[in-house]
């Protein structure tokens, strides 16, 4: 399982406040947080600025089994 949501809710945040201080569109965030998306097909530039915001890597976003970087 993607752990964006996860880490973003440990921040304190909501969908719409990391994609205001991201710049990648709630609706994107909504879609990989829900699996609408491959977050394996994500955009890199798309997950290192959601990445800059929530202050972690990028393999803390995927599962252990599943780390890519």
Sequence with gaps: ???LREIRESKGLTRNE???LSGVHSQTIEALETG???PLNAKISTLLA???VLK???KNLYPE???IA
Excluded: T
């Design 65 to 67: 089994e599943k780390n």
């Design 50 to 52: 959601l990445c800059k």
């Design 18 to 20: 990391l994609s205001k």
């Design 1 to 3: 399982m993607f752990k």
């Design 36 to 38: 609408k998306n491959n």
């Design 56 to 58: 972690c890597k990028v």
